[in-house]
């Protein structure tokens, strides 16, 4: 092995350093990731960015290269590397997934990870030496625009171009994933604890991240006044209208299943050695993984549950605003992706399109 290895801060839990025999190759790197934990950037992000720099360090000594060495072609290198890195474990190069790629490679997401936390570094550094050049290829400015920014529905948020790294992969754009009226009926029977039911209710239903689920504490949860204080993504609070089948849900597992407890979190394991403490999110995909398995929806993950809260929003022709509101949406045309994406209204439309033109002399 090469030593090197990702760990957190030992006197501080939300850091992320990287480890390694060469401390000249990762203290650069550690300085932007120490740089991005003090912007207050989420310990999840400073962990993705240091995985995304421990590949590129074991990169780096692979080619016999330093961080300050680093040119453009070298990057093109690093780029075309990351596109022939073979995954431990996947099925070998004669296993293809529906669109003919090879499954035991790299997503094109995965890849633009690593060359976001590559060309942020280069970026720190840049910042950190004025006279120091980025050997990160530069674009033009974006002049990419959500449907509806140039004119009409989202023209108000027109943003201004901004500059964009060429660095990237294309990434396939694929539509949500949301679960029909059979699958939901499946999924939400084959669930028997309340505990379990309440999450996915969370989720289905008040259109909450898996993330968000676990973050609510019990002070969170005003089932009176039929209101919930999410946590979002980014450290964005919002106030999300609780339904009132989840409320009486949430109320039953307050009284008869949550365990007696000290924690905060709204949701307690409730068996084994951990019972008690708050439910991870390795948790969270456990119990879901053996509901889809026992309930025959496959497709039943929990950001699908998010996915259908927003296509039934879309379907009802409820406001974009409001939309972004629910969903805890940054940028609004994440959320006007759904307004293309509702099946039933689309093919309605459609219909009554035809219709139309056949009633036309």
Not at 223 to 234: A, D, M, P
Request: proline share 6%; aromatic share 6%.
């Amino acid at each position: 092995m090469d030593g090197l290895a990702v760990m957190t801060d030992p006197s501080d839990a939300r850091r992320w350093w990287l480890t390694g025999p060469d401390s000249a190759l990762v203290s650069a790197m550690n300085a932007y990731l120490g740089y991005l934990a003090d912007r207050n950037y989420s310990p999840r992000t400073v962990r993705t960015y240091g995985y995304g720099l421990l590949a590129f360090a074991r990169w780096l000594t692979t080619a016999g290269l330093t961080v300050d060495q680093l040119r453009t072609s070298d990057v093109l290198d690093f780029l075309a590397a990351c596109r022939q890195e073979t995954i431990k474990g996947r099925p070998g190069p004669n296993v293809l997934d529906l669109n003919g790629h090879r499954r035991d490679r790299l997503a094109p997401a995965s890849i633009n990870l690593r060359l976001a936390a590559v060309t942020g570094l280069y970026e720190y550094l840049a910042m950190s030496d004025p006279g120091r050049s980025s050997p990160i290829p530069k674009g033009r400015p974006s002049s990419w625009f959500a449907q509806g920014e140039r004119s009409g529905l989202l023209a108000h948020t027109k943003r201004r171009p901004a500059p964009r790294s060429r660095l990237r992969v294309r990434t396939p754009r694929r539509l949500p994933r949301a679960l029909d009226a059979v699958e939901v009926t499946r999924l939400l029977g084959g669930l028997r604890t309340r505990r379990d039911l309440a999450m996915a209710g969370l989720m289905l239903y008040c259109g909450l991240r898996s993330c968000e689920v676990l973050a609510l504490q019990v002070a969170d949860v005003d089932i009176g006044g039929r209101w919930l204080t999410v946590h979002g993504k980014g450290g964005k609070d919002r106030r999300v209208p609780l339904d009132g089948d989840v409320a009486a849900v949430l109320n039953a597992y307050l009284l008869t299943e949550r365990p007696d407890t000290d924690a905060a979190a709204l949701f307690i394991v409730a068996k084994g050695p951990t019972t008690g403490r708050a439910l991870t999110p390795a948790g969270l995909r456990t119990i879901f993984r053996y509901h889809r398995a026992t309930s025959g929806v496959p497709a039943g993950a929990p950001h699908a549950l998010r996915h259908t809260f927003g296509t039934a929003l879309a379907e009802a022709g409820v406001d974009l605003a409001v939309m972004q509101a629910l969903l805890g949406h940054a940028h609004v045309d994440t959320t006007a992706r759904y307004i293309h994406l509702a099946p039933t209204h689309v093919k309605a439309e459609y219909d009554a399109a035809r219709s139309r033109q056949r009633q036309a002399p």
